[in-house]
C-alpha cells in the first residue's frame, strides 16, 4: 500500500462499513465515474473465460489464481455498483450492466481461439500489468479525491486488491517458459494497450453511466463524444502523481528503469496525452496545480 491503512485480500462487502455514508458529499462527476467503473470491473467473467483459454496449459494453480483475480474484480464492480445505487437510487447495476454486455462485446471474447491477442501469453502478461497499473492508480485516485467516507474506503480496499494484481501478472509473466520478448516489442505492447483507442470499453461504459435507458434514442452513443467526456472525468480524477506512479510500475514491466529519464518522459507523453484525449491542451495553471 502507498498510504493509509492497509487492506488485506480477501475482504467482502460486509466489512465495508456502508453505515458511514454521506450523500452530501457525493459529486456527480466522481458518481459517474464509479457507475463506469462498476461496470467495467463487472464484466470480469468474460475475461477469466479468456485467460483460463490462453493459459489452458498452465497448471491448476495459475487457473485458480484467474479464477480468484476475476471473483475479486467481479467484487469491485458489485461494491462500486451497491455505492452508485445509494448515491442514486434511480441506479441499478444489474440492469445497467445487461445493457452494457450486450453492447460490449470484443471479438476475442466471442472467439474460442486459445491464442492471446498480444501474440503470446508473455505479451498478454504485459497488457494485463498495463491494466492492473492503470486500475491500482486510478482506484488510488479516487481515494484521494473524494471526500465521502464509503467511497473512500472502497476505492482504498479495490486499490490494495489492484496493486497485487499488477504483483500476480508480473510473476507470472517471468514464470512463462517462451522466451522473453525483444525490448521494442515489450515497449509497442505496453504503449498498445495504454492507448487503446479503437476500444469501445471504456467509452461505452460512460454512456451506459450516464444515459439511462429510457434516453438512448434522444442521446445515442457516438464513441468519440463518449470517450471525450470520460477522458474529462478521468483527469478531474488523476494528479500527476498518480500518472507518475501507473508509469513507473509499466516501466518495470516491460524492463525499463522505473526511475530512468525515459520513464519521466514517458509519464509526461502519457500526461499530456491524457488532456488532449479531454480536449484539454497547453499547461494550465490547473494542471500546474495538479502535479
Ligand atoms: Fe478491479
Ligand atoms: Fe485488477
Same mark, same amino acid.
Given at each position: ?8 485480500q480477501?475482504?467482502?462487502l460486509?466489512? =465495508?462499513?456502508w453505515?458511514? +455514508?454521506d450523500?452530501? *458529499?457525493v459529486e456527480?462527476? $466522481? #458518481?459517474?465515474?464509479?457507475?463506469a467503473?462498476?461496470l467495467?470491473?463487472f ?22 489464481s ?24 434511480s441506479f ?5 450492466f445487461?445493457?452494457?454486455?450486450k453492447g460490449?462485446r470484443?471479438a476475442h ?6 491464442m ?12 494485463r ?12 485516485a ?5 471526500s ?6 472502497i476505492a482504498g480496499? =479495490?486499490?490494495?486488491d489492484e +496493486?497485487?494484481?499488477? *504483483?500476480l501478472?508480473?510473476? $507470472? #509473466? ?17 504503449v498498445?494497450?495504454?492507448t ?19 434516453q438512448?434514442?434522444a442521446?445515442?452513443?457516438?464513441r468519440t ?7 474529462n472525468?478521468?483527469?478531474r480524477i488523476?494528479r500527476r ?11 518495470k514491466a ?10 519521466q ?6 500526461w ?11 499547461v494550465?495553471?490547473?494542471a500546474a496545480?495538479?502535479?
Open positions: 500500500m502507498p498510504d493509509g491503512k492497509l487492506y488485506k480477501g475482504w467482502s460486509d466489512d =465495508i462499513d453505515a458511514k +455514508f450523500a452530501a *458529499k456527480p462527476w $466522481m #458518481l459517474a465515474a464509479i457507475k467503473a462498476a467495467v470491473e464484466n470480469a467473467p468474460d475475461y477469466v473465460a479468456y485467460l483460463k483459454r490462453i493459459f489452458k496449459d498452465a497448471g491448476p494453480e495459475t487457473l485458480a484467474i479464477e480468484e483475480w476475476g471473483r475479486e474484480e467481479g467484487q469491485h464492480g458489485r461494491s462500486l455498483g451497491r455505492w452508485a445505487e445509494m448515491a442514486d437510487p441499478r447495476l444489474d440492469e445497467t445487461a445493457r452494457f454486455h460490449y470484443p471474447f466471442a472467439s474460442m481461439d486459445e492471446s491477442v498480444r501474440g503470446s501469453r508473455r505479451g498478454e502478461m504485459i497488457a500489468c498495463v491494466v492492473e497499473s492503470g486500475t491500482s492508480s486510478y482506484y488510488s479516487i481515494k484521494d479525491a473524494t465521502e467516507p464509503v467511497l473512500e474506503e480496499r =479495490i486499490a490494495a +496493486f497485487r494484481h499488477y *504483483k501478472f508480473f510473476e $507470472m #509473466l517471468h514464470r512463462q517458459d517462451e522466451p522473453d520478448l525483444p525490448f521494442w516489442k515489450k515497449l509497442l505492447l505496453a498498445g494497450r495504454i487503446e483507442s479503437d476500444d469501445d470499453e471504456l467509452a461505452y461504459a460512460y454512456y451506459c453511466a450516464t444515459v439511462p435507458a429510457g438512448e434514442a442521446k445515442p452513443y457516438v463524444a463518449f470517450a471525450k467526456a470520460g477522458y472525468t478521468t483527469l488523476y502523481r498518480h500518472i507518475r506512479k501507473l508509469t513507473q510500475m509499466v516501466a516491460v524492463g525499463v528503469d522505473p526511475q530512468g529519464r525515459l520513464t518522459l514517458a509519464e509526461a507523453l502519457l499530456r496525452m491524457l488532456r488532449a484525449r479531454a480536449g484539454l491542451s497547453g494550465t495553471a490547473d496545480a495538479r502535479s
